[in-house]
């Protein structure tokens, strides 16, 4: 089945660890997007690539890293520089192809918990 | 002003009533527009794609009006399993004017269909 993988869904660590996330696609999707969501609030936009060995800062990026080396492959780093790292990780893939709607399609999510 | 703006509610309607959302964006550029629906504690799925002449999917009706900026959503003879938060979302083109897939998130509507 085509789809988003991340894993794993629930994430426990302790603060001043590194946490690495994982997503993958296999939609044959070139653009692909980290999101972060807090309870009872919108989904902000942490990174976003949109080709192999490149990747933009979105909107939260301090305190995370990414790395693209595959297209499938799109993994996210919290580092223990990130205030408040405990939150819902959402993955999105998109076509993001001119003429495209560029509508995006997400994995299943990771929650994570800092204590 | 934020850059998707969405009431968010909660709507509490009895089964088999209609109810309509509503969503405003700031840039008068932008291309697409979509309506997600996200259950709690999943992830965002694509609900439709909002075009200009208005589209229908069955019970749900979305209408675009590019003039006053605003988005609007419709669900008729509401159902239980319509219970979720359904969020506008709406693409801004770059900086320079051109479309890719940086999607932005209204902070979600919540819906509950109650007998």
């Known amino acids: 089945d085509g789809g988003i993988t991340q894993s794993p869904k629930y994430l426990f660590r302790k603060e001043g660890q590194n946490v690495t996330l994982s997503c993958e696609q296999n939609?044959?999707?070139?653009?692909m997007y980290w999101y972060r969501q807090d309870p009872g609030q919108g989904l902000r936009l942490i990174y976003y690539s949109q080709i192999v060995n490149d990747f933009q800062k979105g909107d939260i990026a301090e305190g995370y890293s990414v790395s693209r080396e595959k297209k499938e492959s799109f993994p996210l780093t919290v580092t223990s520089a990130q205030k408040n790292p405990t939150a819902f990780y959402l993955c999105?893939?998109?076509?993001?192809?001119?003429?495209?709607?560029?509508?995006?399609?997400f994995g299943p999510g990771t929650r994570l918990t800092v204590t | 002003r934020k850059e998707v703006e969405q009431d968010p509610g909660p709507f509490n309607v009895p089964e088999g009533a209609t109810v309509a959302f509503n969503c405003t964006y700031s840039n008068s550029a932008s291309q697409s527009f979509f309506w997600y629906r996200q259950d709690c504690r999943k992830e965002p799925k694509l609900l439709m794609s909002?075009?200009?002449s208005g589209n229908e999917d069955g019970r749900f009706t979305a209408q675009l009006n590019r003039a006053s900026q605003y988005i609007s959503l419709l669900i008729r003879d509401s159902k239980l399993s319509d219970s979720a938060t359904y969020l506008c979302v709406v693409n801004f083109p770059n900086a320079g004017g051109t479309s890719y897939g940086k999607l932005t998130f209204g902070q979600g509507t919540i819906l509950t269909v109650h007998p």
């Open positions: 999105a893939s998109s076509l993001d192809s001119p003429g495209t709607s560029y509508e995006q399609y």
């Open positions: 939609l044959n999707h070139d653009a």
């Open positions: 909002v075009y200009s």
